[in-house]
């Protein structure tokens, strides 16, 4: 079993930046495929961005340019740096790992973005 914990959470103001961490109970980070995903009120669950097993990036259209998804392996810690934060980023945001049928969530955490 695989535990994922989410944090970095929190207000910001527009314009402004958070690094959401996702610490994993296993080393994993560099042996799935990573991935942080959002869900805005009202809204399903979306996927933000991605890093595979060999270190390939991909991002949604609204993060490219904006957010960044890095690891520490030796952590086994993803990253999700954003910037240039809206309202409309405004979500919950979960960490996910998946390789083959296994897959495993976080708890989420909350990102609000207002003034």
């Known amino acids: 079993q695989v535990q994922l914990v989410e944090s970095g959470g929190g207000l910001v103001q527009p314009g402004g930046s958070l690094r959401l961490s996702c610490a994993a109970s296993?080393?994993?980070?560099?042996?799935?495929?990573m991935g942080w995903y959002r869900q805005a009120p009202g809204k399903q669950r979306e996927l933000v961005a991605r890093?595979?097993?060999?270190?390939?990036?991909n991002y949604e259209n609204f993060a490219k340019g904006r957010f960044i998804i890095s690891r520490d392996n030796a952590k086994n810690t993803v990253y999700l740096q954003m910037n240039s934060l809206q309202p409309e980023d405004t979500a919950v945001y979960y960490c996910?790992?998946?390789?083959?049928?296994?897959?495993?969530w976080g708890q989420g955490t909350q990102v609000t973005v207002s003034t």
């Open positions: 996910n790992a998946r390789i083959g049928v296994s897959e495993y």
């Open positions: 296993r080393s994993i980070v560099s042996r799935y495929v």
């Open positions: 890093i595979t097993i060999g270190g390939m990036t």
